[in-house]
């Protein structure tokens, strides 16, 4: 998350938990820096692409191994994407380049996560480089509606969030259902499990991006008539 004291915030009902707040508290005691927390999620967000895309690779149990351990990654890239704006307002610090590891390291784990995911068993390519885009334009639309002067746009469906949970339970689901338990829709190729997760955050990121479209030109001639 951006890092500062004024900083317009994805809204996240997590950050009121009183675990996380002792922890912020924690990490920020203990010389943590928001930007250090940053680079972490970005290291958690690329290894959870790789275990997802590792999966094509091993036999089982070693695939479902690497599901589970994808969800993991996954979630542990969130914490601290959470974490990392909580301490900054504990240190009360503003980086120069707050904003460079606020949005870079989450550009990189949309990719390879989605991406990751996209190579997974049962996954496919051109669909998760498709999600990996339309989660980058989501943001580009965000970052642009900022950059012009308006508020941050965070609305869905398959925002970050929503778009990591799917990734997370479609995960944890190939590693623990029985395969008998996992459907295969024949289309143009068969279709898994996390393709059509893919598929399903592709639908929702393109809607988002047309609604965060209109909601940051609404905003801007509100305040530019």
């Known amino acids: 998350m951006t890092q500062g ?19 912020a508290r924690l990490l920020a005691k203990r010389g ?6 940053s680079a972490l999620s970005m290291v958690f967000g690329v290894g959870s692409g790789i275990a997802l895309g590792c999966t094509t690779l091993v036999p089982e149990p070693w695939w479902r191994l690497l599901f589970v351990a994808g969800a993991v990654l996954t979630q542990l890239r969130l914490l601290c994407n959470m974490l990392d704006g909580m301490v900054a307002m504990e240190q009360h610090s ?38 990996a885009l339309l989660a ?13 002067g308006g508020p941050q746009q965070f609305c869905g469906p398959m925002s970050k969030p929503q778009r990591m949970f799917t990734v997370t339970v479609t995960a944890l689901y190939c590693g623990l259902a029985p395969v008998a338990w996992q459907p295969v829709v024949a289309a143009w190729q068969p279709l898994g ?14 809607l988002a991006s047309v609604r965060r479209l209109g909601r940051a030109a609404r905003a801007l001639r509100a305040e530019k008539p």
Do not use: H
């Open 94 to 131: 503003a980086s120069p380049v707050g904003e460079l590891y606020n949005e870079i390291p989450d550009r990189v784990s949309d990719t390879a996560t989605l991406v990751g995911l996209g190579f997974a068993l049962g996954g496919n390519p051109t669909l998760g480089f498709a999600a």
């Open 136 to 148: 980058m334009f989501t943001a580009y639309i965000r970052a642009m509606g900022k950059a012009a």
């Open 5 to 23: 004291e004024s900083i317009d915030r994805r809204p996240l009902a997590s950050r009121k938990l009183a675990i996380w707040q002792y922890a």
């Open 193 to 206: 499990v996390p393709a059509l997760a893919l598929a399903l955050i592709c639908v929702g990121a393109a």
């Open 32 to 37: 943590i820096t928001p930007n250090f927390i």
